[in-house]
């Protein structure tokens, strides 16, 4: 993978637009307005590949991104965001559910949470279903530019204590808007695709 060819496939809404064919998946997951898709586009290169078709907060869509034909990238709807109507939440559990029930085609699951602050309780709801799947896991500490060097240590601490990581689990400190250790979570995600193959 060389990350050269990024091809938008879909956005599914409901469980028949899934995809489950061979290609393994990468999942990414936040909550909403916590960098998900400047994440996908830090690790692309890219301005905007992961905006295509997305509104964000109001509409629940799973995005696929076909990477070098060898694997997805699945960037999944934002959870959390204040104003989503309750039906659009249901809709939201109900499509989560249905997502991870079948994840047997999951190579890495990427949870993104805010560095600046502990895991929401929906962090911890969706840190659960990322367990419960047993795929291969990190964690995403996103927008460390925004923090002290002082405070880094403790908050990433505190992020592993309230998800309860197991210690093989990574805490990685990031920035989308830096670049922070971009070339460590692509490291990740060539070893999770490579695993996959080599099964
Ligand atoms: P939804 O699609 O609404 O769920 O949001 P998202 O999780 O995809 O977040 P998005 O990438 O749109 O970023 C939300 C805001 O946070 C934007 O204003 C970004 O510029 C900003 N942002 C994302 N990552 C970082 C980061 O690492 N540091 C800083 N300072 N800002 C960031
Ligand atoms: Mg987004």
């Known amino acids: 993978m060389n990350l050269h060819n990024v091809e938008f496939i879909k956005s599914a809404a409901a469980a028949g ?60 709807p934002g959870y959390g965001y204040a104003r989503v109507a309750k039906t659009e939440q249901a809709r939201w559990s109900g499509l989560m559910e249905i997502y991870f029930s ?23 709801t969706m840190g659960a279903w990322f367990k419960a799947t047993g795929c291969p896991m990190v964690v995403v500490a996103n927008k460390v530019d925004k923090l002290k060097n002082s405070e880094k240590d403790k908050n990433l601490e505190v992020i592993r204590r309230d998800l309860d990581l197991r210690e093989d689990i990574p805490v990685i400190p990031f920035s989308a808007e830096k670049g922070t250790n971009k070339e460590l979570l692509l490291d990740a995600v060539f070893k999770a695709v490579e695993d996959w193959n080599n099964v």
């Open 17 to 76: 637009g899934l995809l489950h064919d061979t290609v393994p998946q990468i999942v990414f997951s936040g909550k909403s307005n916590v960098g998900k898709s400047s994440v996908i586009n830090k690790l692309l290169n890219r301005k905007s590949a992961a905006r295509v078709s997305s509104r964000p907060g109001k509409t629940v869509h799973i995005n696929y991104f076909l990477i070098d034909k060898k694997a997805y990238f699945v960037d999944l």
């Open 102 to 124: 079948s994840a047997d085609h999951i190579a890495l699951g990427i949870m993104i949470v805010d560095s600046r602050h502990p895991p929401t309780k929906d962090d911890l």
